[in-house]
């Protein structure tokens, strides 16, 4: 099939056609995150506390499941770009190999160490209790997840975002309608609790990577998997890692930062926990939606980098970095504009709404300026320089970020960790407009 489009459609309308059905997508997804959570939040505050504390583990199984998706989605778009076709193929087939590998992998680990990370952060054995029944049953699932993750960004390294789109909405359709089901109790359905959210999860995502399995075996795509190309390859396995682990790290130092976060909130107040876990789901909806365009765009930076197309590369950039801030504009108009609502999603309780408003306030004055970060990162990974990428990514969410809450903290409180966020990006936002113009290709 013919790929030239990502080299030949004006800058614009490409970087729409390949950025809106992902931006769709993650807005559905972290949709029914939220609603998956406002469910859990009607058992009551300790399991939405509970699910809090399982976050960042899911966060990381996630990041390094999508670190390694995007070393897969720059490498087969960069040989696609060049023309090398049994490369190309030999990445898939290798990165869907490697996928289910790493899932199998994290499943046990995650499982398994699961009750020492919770008691760390947590002395309530209703609260442990809670997680364990969630996180034992939503890990077993990670092999799928994986593997998921793997087919989207094959897919979307093709520029197939349509496809990618109607997988992860089907996935995402399930998980809300069982969600109630299963969680309640509905007709022949036992009510399950908070292990019923996590069965919920897990079939919408056997369901994505059912419908990503069925579009492959059954569309015409310009990519093989096929078993003799699953021979190990030095060359390109080298090439993976060397992207994708930069590219995971920078996905999971997050998990990182909100583990740390809840350890230092947790000696004023579990509210503040359960208060850093609300806006999480929250601003799901605002980074997804910005990563819906960085995920549209790593496809034509890497087809664009390996064509040679340098001034293409720099349109494409510009063009994602003002849609980013759009989105980015759009969250902070929300957070001021609706925030008891937004808050009360999850919680009835008056004194956490309230801490949960003050919170939106302080940290969505760093959204619009996040969007450079965001932006610089999406395009150096798509121009398979992971590391650069995971250095902004180690600034944001570790160097900078927690001991700035560590030090403002002292001084004003729980209300220092939420000014922290802002006061980050203002610092993230200029090295990586730094690093951006010192690795980006020049154009000519």
């Known amino acids: 099939m013919d790929q030239t489009f990502m080299k030949e459609k004006k800058i614009l309308p490409l970087v729409l056609t390949m950025s809106l059905p992902m931006v769709i997508s993650m807005a559905v997804s972290s949709l029914y995150n939220i609603i998956d959570s406002y469910f859990v939040a009607r058992i009551g505050e300790h ?15 996630n990041a390094l499941a999508i670190g390694f998706g995007i070393s897969i989605n720059a490498r087969i778009a960069f040989y696609t770009g060049a023309g090398d076709q049994l490369r190309a193929d030999k990445t898939a087939t290798l990165g869907v190999l490697f996928s289910f590998f790493h899932g199998v992998l994290m499943m046990a680990v995650c499982i398994l160490w699961m009750p020492v990370f919770l008691r760390k952060f947590s002395s309530d054995p209703e609260i442990i209790r809670l997680a364990l029944l969630y996180s034992n049953r939503a890990f077993l699932f990670s092999p799928v997840i994986t ?56 079939i919408g995502q056997c369901l994505t990577l059912m419908v990503y399995v069925l579009l492959y075996r059954f569309c015409r795509l310009p990519i093989n ?6 021979r190990p390859d030095a060359a390109i396995i080298r ?13 999971a130092l997050p998990s990182l930062l909100i583990s740390a976060l809840n350890g230092l909130l947790a000696g ?15 601003q799901t909806f605002i980074y997804l939606s910005a ?4 995920q549209g765009i790593r496809p034509l930076v890497g087809y664009n980098y390996g064509a040679g197309e340098y001034r293409r590369v720099k349109s494409i950039y510009k063009t994602a970095l003002t849609m980013t801030m759009s989105i980015m504009v759009l969250g902070t108009i929300l957070s001021w504009a609706v925030p008891e609502r937004l808050i009360g999603l999850f919680t009835d309780n008056a004194e956490t709404v309230n801490l949960g408003v003050g919170a939106l306030h302080k940290i969505s004055l760093g959204f619009i300026v996040s969007a450079v970060s965001v932006t610089c990162s999406g395009v150096l990974e798509g121009l398979g320089k992971g590391f650069p990428s995971l250095l902004l990514s180690l600034l944001r969410n570790a160097v900078f970020m927690i001991p700035a809450a560590c030090l403002l903290s002292r001084f004003f409180g729980a209300d220092g960790v939420w000014w922290a966020f802002g006061v980050t990006e203002l610092v993230c936002a200029k090295a990586a407009w730094h690093l951006y113009r010192r690795k980006a290709p020049a154009a000519s």
Do not use: H
């Open 225 to 230: 998997i096929r078993w003799q190309y699953g």
């Open 291 to 294: 990563n819906g365009i960085i």
């Open 268 to 282: 004023f107040s579990e509210k503040y926990v359960l208060v850093l876990g609300v806006y999480y789901k929250l």
């Open 47 to 61: 399991a939405i506390t509970a699910l809090s504390l399982v976050f960042p583990v899911q966060n990381l199984i």
């Open 147 to 202: 593997l998921g993750l793997c087919f989207e960004k094959i897919f979307q390294s093709l520029g197939k975002m349509k496809l990618t789109m109607v997988s992860m909405m089907c996935g995402c359709a399930a998980n809300i309608i069982l969600d109630p089901i299963m969680i309640f109790g509905i007709g022949s359905f036992p009510a399950m609790g908070i292990s019923g959210a996590a069965y919920a999860t897990g």
């Open 239 to 251: 090439q993976l890692y060397s992207t994708g682990i930069p590219a995971a790290l920078n996905l």
